[in-house]
C-alpha cells in the first residue's frame, strides 16, 4: 500500500472510529483512469481481469470433478497467495438486435436480413442469460495517485486534467497481466485477458442507462470512460435504486452477505454455492409465474502465503493449548470439548499446511440481486434467494444498512469496505463454489443451433462448415433412434450451411428429407432436389458428373458391377473399357452412347452386354446411370446452394457379399450409390472450389457403412475433409457400425447422441460421447429423449463438441415455420406436398 493511500485512510480512520466503523466503509470511491484489453487503472490502484472459461461439470464423472476441483484449489494455493483478487459472476441477455448484427456477417446467402430478424424475434422471445466469470487482480498501489489529484485539482475544475498514467506505466502493467496470464490459462479456468469492450460493458451496466458502446481502441480514458461509467445510485436501507439521466428510477439493487457456512462442504452436490446461482428460481409477485433470478456474485478474496497461514494456524493452535492447560490445573481439573476439538483440528491443519499444497485465505462473498420492474419483484427475488442456500445450510441475509458500502465494494476497481463479514478457511473452500462449473458446450461463436438445457443457461453454437477453418477435423454425427429428431437436427446445421454460402449436398436415402429444400427455398437459398428415377435418366452418369478424365475408368468399374458374374468372368471388361474410351473423344460423352457402342459391336459378348445394359436403362434404378438424358432435367452442378439427392428403392448388400451372391437390385443399388460417392469425392477434391466451403450430409449412413465401398468412401471425406474444406455430417440409428471406422471417429468433432433403448448400443453411444459406460451413462442416453412425463422430446440431446465438453441441449429453429417444413414427420411432409403442389397450380 503506497503511503499516500495508508495517509488517506488514516486520516478517516479517525472519524470511522467515532462512530465504530472501519476506515475503509468511509473512503471516498476510487476513480476510474483507464481501461484495456485486461486492465483496469483507478486513482488508487491497478488490476489485471480476466476472463475465466465455464467447465461442463453437469455430465461430468463425479472422480472427474473432484479432480477439477482439486486443481482449482491448487492454482488458487500456488498462483494466488498475496494478491488481492476480485471474483465476478455476472450475467448478460443475448439480445436479437446483437445476433441481427451478428448474423450479418456470419452468413452469405439467402435472404438473410429475413433469417436474422427470424432468430433476434426468437432470441428476445426467450430472453436467455449468459453467465461471464470476471476475476480482478491488484497488480499494485499507484503511489502517486494521492498527490497527483491535490495537485492537478486546479486543472481539473478547468475541465483540463490529466489522469497521471503514462504510456510506460500502462506498459508495464500489461506485462505484469500477461505473465499472469500465461500461468492462469493453465488452470481449469482456462483464463485469458478479458477484451476491453467486456471490461467497459461490465463497468457500464452498473448504471443501468443507455450507454454508447465502447470504443475500439487499445485504452479508454477520458470523456469516453466517464460516459461510460457514470451512474447514480440513491441507498436505502435494504436496497439501492439507480437513476437514469432523468432522475427516474430505472433498477432496484440490493446486496446480500453471506456471514455462515456450514462447516463441511459436500462436493460434488447442491452445495457448490457458486455453481448454484443460474438454477435459483422466484414466483413472479404479479404474474406468479415461475421465473429464473440469476443473481450475481462478487467475492472479494486474498489467499495467504503458507508462511502467515502457518504462523495463523499455530497462534489459534497455541492459544487453545493455553486454555486447555489453564482449566486443568483449576479446581475442576476438566477442559471444555471446544478447546479440544480446537487444538486437534488445528494440528492436523498444520500437518496438511506443511505436507500439502493447502493454505488459507481471506473471503467476503457477496450475492448481488437486482430488478429492474419494481421494488416488490427485488423482494421477491431476495426471499427466493434467502430461501434456496438455507436449503444448502448457507445463511444469506440482506445487509441492512449496508447497502452503499457493499454495492461500491462490488463494482470494478473499488475495495473492500465491509470487512467484519468475511471468512478465514481453506483453499477448498472456494475452489469447492464452482464458480466456473455448470453447463458449457459447442463453438465460442458462428450460427445458433439450440438450447442447453442443463444448470446453466444459454445458448449452443454448433457450426459444421468450421473445422477445415481452425484447422482441426470435420465430421459432426447424429446418432440415436428413429423419431427423436436427429435427422431434422442434421437438416438444420445443413440448412445453416447452405446460408453461409456452401455447397451442401445431402444424399438421401432414407426418403423424408424433402423438408431441407423447401426450408432453403423459404429462406431464399439456391436449393436443387434431384430424385433419382425413370423420371430423371442420365442424372447420376459419371460421365457427366465427373472431369472427362476420370469419367472413363469410374463407368467401367460403374458397369462391371452392374453386369452379371458369368459376364465378368468372360472378359466383358475389355469391351467396356475400350467402349468407354472411345465414348471419352466424342463431344458430348454419356453413358448411353457406351451402351450403343457395346449393342453394335461385333462380338456376341460386347453385344449381350449393351443389351443387357439398355433393358436395365429402363428401371428406376438403371435410368440414373444409363438412361438418355432429357430437355429440362439438370444434372448435379458443382455450385453453391442447397443440392438433396434422393435414392428411393435403393437396397444396398450387406457388407463382405461376394458379388455372384448380389441380386440384381443389389448390384444396381451398389453402382448408383457408387456414382453418387464418386461425384461427391470428386466435388470435394476440385481445385477451383477449394475455397468455397462443402457440405456433404448422409442421413441413414448405416447404409453406406454395410458396404465396402460406403466405408472407404466415408474413411476417405472424413481423414481429407480438413485439407479439402469439406465437412461430413452422418446420421445414424446404429453407433455400434461406427466404432469400426477408425479414420471416422477419429474425424470427429461433434457428436449429438439422441435417446438409445438398448444397452449395446447405449455403450457404443457413451464411448462416442467419451462418457464412462455406466448404468448411470445408460440411464441418461435412454432417458434424454423424454421429457418430465414420459413423453418424446424431439430434439433433445447430449451434445460433445470439440473441447470434449458433454451437455444436454435442445436443438432450435429460428421459426416455427422453418422446423415445420423440415419436419420427417409422414403427415406434415403429406401436407407440405399437398401445400407445394396448391401453390404450382
Not at 336 to 360: G, H, I, K, N, P
Not at 584 to 590: E, G, K, L
Not at 591 to 598: A, H, I, Q
Not at 648 to 659: D, I, K, R, V, Y
Request: charged share 25%; glycine share 8%.
Amino acid at each position: 500500500m503506497s503511503t499516500t493511500t495508508m495517509a488517506a485512510r488514516k486520516g478517516v480512520s479517525r472519524f470511522g472510529r467515532m462512530f465504530g466503523l472501519g476506515a475503509e466503509r468511509m473512503m471516498r470511491e476510487p476513480q476510474l483512469v483507464a481501461v484495456s484489453d485486461g486492465l483496469v487503472v483507478t486513482t488508487t490502484a491497478a488490476e489485471a481481469w480476466f476472463l475465466l472459461s465455464s467447465a461442463n461439470t453437469d455430465l461430468m464423472p463425479e472422480s472427474a470433478q473432484d479432480a477439477e476441483q482439486d486443481a482449482a484449489a491448487l492454482a488458487l494455493a500456488k498462483i494466488l497467495p498475496g494478491y488481492d483478487c476480485h471474483l465476478k459472476v455476472i450475467w448478460a441477455r443475448l439480445s436479437g438486435e446483437e445476433y441481427r448484427a451478428e448474423a450479418r456477417q456470419i452468413f452469405t446467402a439467402g435472404d438473410i436480413e429475413a433469417f436474422a430478424s427470424m432468430w433476434a424475434q426468437r432470441l428476445d422471445l426467450l430472453d436467455l442469460p449468459q453467465r461471464h466469470i470476471l476475476l480482478g487482480i491488484k497488480l499494485a498501489e499507484r503511489g502517486s495517485a494521492t498527490a497527483a489529484s491535490v495537485k492537478n485539482a486546479p486543472a481539473d475544475l478547468l475541465g483540463i486534467g490529466h489522469t497521471g498514467l503514462s504510456a510506460g506505466e500502462l506498459a508495464q502493467l500489461d506485462g505484469l497481466a500477461r505473465r499472469l496470464e500465461r500461468r492462469l490459462e493453465q488452470t481449469p479456468w482456462k483464463a485469458r485477458l478479458a477484451p476491453v469492450e467486456l471490461l467497459a460493458w461490465a463497468v457500464s451496466r452498473e448504471s443501468y442507462r443507455p450507454q454508447p458502446a465502447p470504443p475500439r481502441l487499445p485504452a479508454i480514458t477520458g470523456a469516453s470512460l466517464v460516459r461510460l461509467s457514470a451512474a447514480k445510485a440513491i441507498p436505502h436501507s435494504d436496497h439501492l435504486r439507480l437513476m437514469d439521466a432523468q432522475g427516474e428510477c430505472v433498477a432496484w439493487v440490493s446486496v446480500l452477505a453471506m456471514p455462515a457456512f456450514p462447516e463441511t462442504l459436500y462436493t460434488p452436490g447442491e452445495q457448490e454455492w457458486l455453481r448454484c446461482l443460474s438454477e435459483i428460481a422466484y414466483a413472479h409477485p404479479d404474474t406468479g409465474e415461475e421465473a429464473l433470478v440469476c443473481p450475481e456474485a462478487s467475492v472479494r478474496f486474498t489467499v495467504w502465503r503458507k508462511g502467515r497461514a502457518i504462523k495463523e494456524v499455530d497462534k489459534v493452535r497455541t492459544s487453545a493449548k493455553e486454555q486447555r492447560r489453564s482449566a486443568a490445573e483449576g479446581s475442576a481439573g476438566e477442559t471444555f470439548a471446544e478447546t479440544e476439538e480446537t487444538e486437534l483440528v488445528m494440528e492436523q491443519l498444520r500437518r496438511r499446511m506443511s505436507r500439502d499444497s493447502m493454505t488459507l485465505l481471506e473471503d467476503h462473498p457477496r450475492i448481488v440481486v437486482s430488478s429492474t420492474e419494481s421494488l416488490e419483484d427485488l423482494r421477491a427475488r431476495c426471499d427466493a434467494v434467502t430461501t434456496h442456500y438455507s436449503g444448502l445450510s448457507i445463511d444469506v441475509v440482506v445487509a441492512a444498512d449496508e447497502q452503499r458500502e457493499m454495492w461500491l465494494e462490488t463494482q470494478i476497481g473499488d475495495m473492500l469496505r465491509v470487512t467484519d463479514l468475511g471468512h478465514v478457511r481453506e483453499t477448498d473452500a472456494l475452489a469447492a463454489s464452482m464458480f466456473w462449473g455448470g453447463s458449457e458446450a459447442g463453438d465460442d461463436s458462428g450460427p445458433i443451433a439450440g438450447l442447453l438445457t442443463g444448470t446453466t443457461p444459454g445458448v449452443c453454437r454448433i457450426d459444421i462448415t468450421a473445422g477445415s477453418a481452425r484447422g482441426d477435423a470435420t465430421t459432426t454425427a447424429f446418432i440415436g433412434r428413429s423419431g427423436r429428431g436427429k435427422t431434422t437436427a442434421m437438416m438444420l446445421a445443413t440448412l445453416t450451411a447452405g446460408m453461409k454460402n456452401s455447397f451442401a449436398l445431402m444424399l438421401g436415402f432414407k426418403g423424408d428429407e424433402g423438408g431441407l429444400i423447401r426450408a432453403g427455398q423459404y429462406l431464399g437459398l439456391a436449393s436443387h432436389h434431384v430424385t433419382c428415377g425413370t423420371s430423371t435418366p442420365a442424372v447420376a452418369d459419371l460421365f457427366r458428373l465427373l472431369p472427362r478424365g476420370d469419367a472413363a475408368l469410374q463407368v467401367v468399374s460403374q458397369l462391371l458391377i452392374v453386369l452379371p458374374e458369368r459376364m465378368r468372368e468372360a472378359g466383358v471388361e475389355t469391351h467396356l473399357l475400350k467402349a468407354c474410351n472411345e465414348v471419352v473423344q466424342h463431344h458430348d460423352t454419356a453413358s448411353w452412347r457406351v451402351v450403343e457402342l457395346l449393342k453394335n459391336d461385333a462380338h456376341p459378348l460386347a453385344r449381350e452386354a449393351g443389351n443387357a445394359l439398355e433393358e436395365l436403362s429402363r428401371t428406376q434404378l438403371g435410368a440414373p446411370l444409363l438412361g438418355r438424358p432429357r430437355d429440362g432435367v439438370s444434372p448435379l452442378r458443382p455450385e453453391p446452394g442447397l443440392w438433396l439427392v434422393q435414392v428411393p428403392g435403393l437396397t444396398m448388400p450387406q457388407a463382405g457379399t461376394a458379388p455372384r451372391d448380389m441380386t440384381m437390385t443389389e448390384r444396381v443399388s451398389l453402382a448408383l450409390m457408387r456414382g453418387l460417392i464418386a461425384y461427391a469425392l470428386n466435388t470435394s477434391a476440385r481445385p477451383d472450389l477449394r475455397d468455397l466451403p462443402k457440405v456433404v450430409a448422409i442421413p441413414e449412413v448405416h447404409v453406406l457403412t454395410g458396404t465396402d465401398d460406403g466405408r472407404r468412401f466415408l474413411d476417405y471425406i472424413a481423414r481429407t475433409g480438413r485439407a479439402l474444406d469439406t465437412s461430413l455430417a452422418i446420421d445414424t440409428q446404429d453407433p455400434q457400425s461406427l466404432l469400426g471406422l477408425d479414420g471416422v471417429l477419429e474425424a470427429i468433432t461433434t457428436v449429438c447422441g439422441f435417446e438409445q433403448s438398448t444397452k449395446s448400443q447405449q455403450d457404443a453411444m457413451a464411448e462416442l460421447l467419451r462418457l464412462p459406460v455406466s448404468e448411470t451413462t445408460r440411464a441418461l442416453i435412454r432417458g434424454v429423449g423424454k421429457n418430465a412425463h414420459g413423453d418424446i422430446r424431439h430434439g433433445h440431446c447430449i451434445v460433445r463438441d470439440r473441447r470434449d465438453r458433454v451437455a444436454t441441449m435442445q436443438w432450435d429453429a429460428a421459426d416455427a415455420h422453418v422446423l415445420h417444413l423440415l419436419s420427417t414427420n409422414p403427415k406434415d411432409q403429406a401436407t407440405a406436398h399437398h401445400e407445394a403442389g396448391r401453390g404450382s397450380r
